[in-house]
């Protein structure tokens, strides 16, 4: 079985560029979640979405946006990038929202701002 | 705020020498303790859930304990293949969860 997808695995961009990043779950996983985690530092949470709605937020700016899609796939958006932007950017998937079961993680789009 | 403090953030042990990871943590409404390997630039490996204190999940040459304020993952034996970033996250009332910096561990043959 194929696990979470992540779309590009690198990429990079200048300061005040917007960048999507793409995620597929796990199939018949219907929340996705997006974590950020900068080199050295364990992952933040930025997003989680469930059936399309979005169901918890981190303390991100608003720069920072994401959805769902109806086939439960997802897109993180980051508007007018800063440097402090690069950083590896986490998809991870479960089967619903609330559980206390674990996350599914992708191997992740790492993000370089020059 | 749910907090995760892990420790020491390095360890460095020769083959078959076993230790411990530190994992601290404050949380409202504990929904679940997780402990995640991580590669050098790959995503998080599930490793273990614990939910209450007492309970305890081995998985090959590791061990997870958990504690009201504390986990600790045990490695027994480890090999060179053990060496990993380990990461300790709690889940609370809110879902979402939260991470500790994680514990770099180097296993010399």
């Known amino acids: 079985d194929a696990g979470v997808t992540q779309s590009p695995t690198h990429l990079i961009k200048t300061r005040g560029q917007q960048v999507t990043l793409r995620c597929s779950p796990i199939?018949?996983?219907?929340?996705v979640s997006w974590y950020q985690q900068v080199l050295g530092q364990g992952p933040q949470f930025i997003f989680q979405?469930?059936?399309?709605?979005?169901?918890g937020r981190g303390n991100f700016p608003d720069r920072f946006s994401a959805r769902q899609f109806p086939n439960y796939s997802s897109e993180l958006n980051v508007n007018a990038l800063l440097l402090g932007d690069s950083a590896l950017y986490l998809c991870?998937?479960?089967?619903?929202?609330?559980?206390?079961?674990?996350?599914?993680f992708g191997e992740g789009s790492r993000l370089t701002v020059l | 705020e749910d907090q995760v403090t892990q420790s020491p953030e390095a360890l460095r042990l020769q083959e078959g020498e076993s230790s411990s990871l530190n994992c601290s943590y404050t949380?409202?409404?504990?929904?679940?303790l997780f402990w995640y390997r991580q590669d050098p630039g790959k995503g998080p490996e599930f490793l273990f859930t614990l939910y209450s204190a007492g309970e305890e999940k081995e998985k090959e040459r590791l061990k997870a304990t958990l504690t009201k304020k504390e986990s600790f993952l045990h490695i027994t034996a480890p090999k060179p293949e053990d060496s990993a970033t380990y990461l300790c996250a709690v889940r609370g009332a809110n879902s979402k969860l939260t991470f500790g910096k994680g514990i770099t561990l180097s296993v010399r043959p």
């Open positions: 979405y469930y059936e399309k709605e979005e169901r």
């Open positions: 199939s018949g996983h219907k929340s």
């Open positions: 991870a998937s479960s089967p619903r929202t609330g559980d206390t079961g674990e996350l599914f």
């Open positions: 949380v409202s409404g504990l929904r679940g």
